[in-house]
């Protein structure tokens, strides 16, 4: 029976041994829906890999103000990479959205297996880099010049989201949720979104998720 690790690029071809080994260095801990699994502006020590499940990522950007949504972790991920280039504050909170399975590790013995398996130095700076170059995605679609180019970028994201990951559809998004991601009003995406179903552009699935049927049109 495959090691529950070996799902992860973290441990791509690191021997049965060595798998069982680390394994048995952390624990598997588990979260209900709505459950905090970390907490922005805390300092942290531990590495969480996401086994199965779905979890997401927010940041709080004033007192008193909705979280600002990054997006979706899904079954395969990393929650904490950057505790081991020494980011050991979390610029992030995180909640399980579905019941969720985590496996668990120290920095410290992370960093003691990995430095037995050099590959997975360079492997961790990839997925490092992977986050990095989403966030900025973020940023670009934020800095669209209309508020039709940033809601469309981000269906088209939600839709991506949707068919990668079909086992486990996330909950339910409000219209006010998805003018709140990319700074706009409930009521300019309500006119935005009506229209788009109109035109058979989107629909609504068995789970509530929003989902594109055909390519978006460029313009309003």
């Known amino acids: 029976m495959d090691n529950i690790l070996s799902q992860f690029a973290l441990f791509q071809n690191w021997s049965p041994t060595d798998l069982d080994e680390l394994l048995c260095q952390g624990e598997l801990v588990t979260f209900e829906p709505d459950e905090l699994v970390c907490e922005q502006n805390?300092?942290?020590s531990d590495v969480f890999f996401l086994i199965q499940g779905l979890?997401?990522?927010t940041m709080q950007?004033?007192?008193g103000t909705r979280p600002f949504a990054f997006g979706y972790i899904k079954a395969g991920s990393c929650i904490g990479?950057?505790?081991l280039a020494g980011q050991?504050?979390?610029n992030a909170t995180v909640h399980a959205v579905h019941p969720s399975q985590c496996w668990k590790i120290s920095t410290d013995l992370l960093e003691a297996a990995m430095d037995r398996h050099p590959q997975a130095w360079k492997t961790c700076a990839q997925q490092i880099a992977l986050g990095v170059a989403h966030l900025l995605d973020?940023?670009?679609m934020l800095a669209q010049p209309d508020g039709y180019t940033k809601l469309r970028r981000l269906l088209e994201k939600m839709d991506e989201m949707a068919r990668e990951c079909p086992a486990f559809p996330p909950a339910p998004i409000t219209q006010r949720d998805l003018g709140e991601r990319i700074g706009l009003s409930r009521e300019m995406v309500n006119r935005m979104m009506r229209a788009l179903r109109q035109g058979g552009y989107?629909?609504?699935d068995e789970f509530g998720r929003i989902r594109?049927?055909?390519p978006l049109p460029r313009r309003f």
Do not use: D, F, S, W
Request: charged content about 15%; cysteine-free; overall charge negative.
């Open 61 to 63: 950007t004033g007192e």
């Open 55 to 57: 979890m997401n990522a």
């Open 212 to 214: 594109v049927t055909k």
């Open 202 to 204: 989107i629909e609504v």
């Open 138 to 140: 973020y940023i670009e």
């Open 42 to 44: 805390t300092v942290h």
């Open 88 to 90: 050991t504050l979390l």
């Open 81 to 83: 990479l950057p505790a």
